[in-house]
C-alpha cells in the first residue's frame, strides 16, 4: 500500500470539499475554488473531516494513482486555503525588477525590458532586493510560472548573473588564465 496514498486529507475550517459522481472534486476555500476530476479507478471518501483515498484494486497501474491523486487532492485542499509562493531572485550588476500594473517589467541586460504577463489565477509582487515572488492557488501553474521567469536568463556560470529561486545554489566555473 502506498505510504502517501494511505494518509487522510485532513480539512480544515472553511474550506467546503464536494464530491461529485465520476470522481469530480470542487474545493472551496477563503483564496478561491479549484476543480479536478480523477480517475474512476481510485475512489475519493469523505469521513467527517477528512478525506481518504482508497484504490478499488492492485493493479501496477491503480498503485501509482493512489498516491498521485492523494497528493494532488492535498495540493487543492492547501492551496484554497493558504495558497503556493516561489520566491526568485535576481542577480546581476544594474539588473532591475518593477511591477507594472499586474505585470513584470524585467530589465536584465537585453536591450528591451522584458515583459512577463501572469497566467490565470496568479499573482507577482515584488521585493527590495531584486527578489520576485509568484503566487497562487494551484502549485503546477506557480512553480511553472517561476520556471518560465527563470528561463528569460538562467543564472551563467561565471559570475552566476540571471535570474534564480531564492535557495538556489549556483555553481560557478574557474575563467581561463593567462598561461600562454
Known amino acids: 500500500m502506498s505510504r502517501v496514498g494511505k494518509m487522510p486529507i485532513?480539512?480544515?475550517k472553511g474550506i467546503e470539499v464536494n464530491i461529485l459522481p465520476d470522481n469530480k472534486v470542487v474545493v472551496k476555500g477563503?483564496?478561491?475554488v479549484m476543480e479536478r476530476t480523477f480517475d474512476r479507478k481510485i475512489k475519493i471518501v469523505r469521513e467527517d473531516d477528512n478525506i481518504k483515498v482508497v484504490r478499488k484494486g492492485d493493479s501496477k497501474e491503480e498503485m501509482a494513482l493512489h498516491g498521485l491523486t492523494r497528493a494532488l487532492l492535498n495540493n487543492m485542499v492547501v492551496g484554497v486555503h493558504r495558497g503556493f509562493q516561489k520566491v526568485l531572485q535576481i542577480v546581476g550588476t544594474g539588473y532591475k525588477v518593477n511591477l507594472q500594473g499586474k505585470n513584470l517589467v524585467l530589465n536584465i541586460g537585453f536591450s528591451h525590458p522584458v515583459v512577463v504577463e501572469p497566467k490565470g489565477g496568479i499573482t507577482f509582487s515584488v521585493l527590495p532586493g531584486n527578489k520576485?515572488?509568484?503566487?497562487g492557488i494551484?502549485?503546477?501553474?506557480?512553480?511553472?510560472?517561476a520556471a518560465?521567469?527563470?528561463?528569460?536568463?538562467?543564472?551563467?556560470?561565471?559570475?552566476g548573473k540571471g535570474i534564480r529561486y531564492e535557495n538556489e545554489w549556483v555553481r560557478k566555473k574557474a575563467g581561463k588564465t593567462g598561461v600562454v
Open 138 to 145: 494551484d502549485k503546477q501553474k506557480v512553480g511553472e510560472q
Open 10 to 12: 485532513k480539512i480544515e
Open 30 to 32: 477563503p483564496l478561491g
Open 132 to 135: 520576485i515572488v509568484v503566487k
Open 148 to 159: 518560465e521567469i527563470r528561463m528569460i536568463r538562467k543564472p551563467e556560470p561565471y559570475k
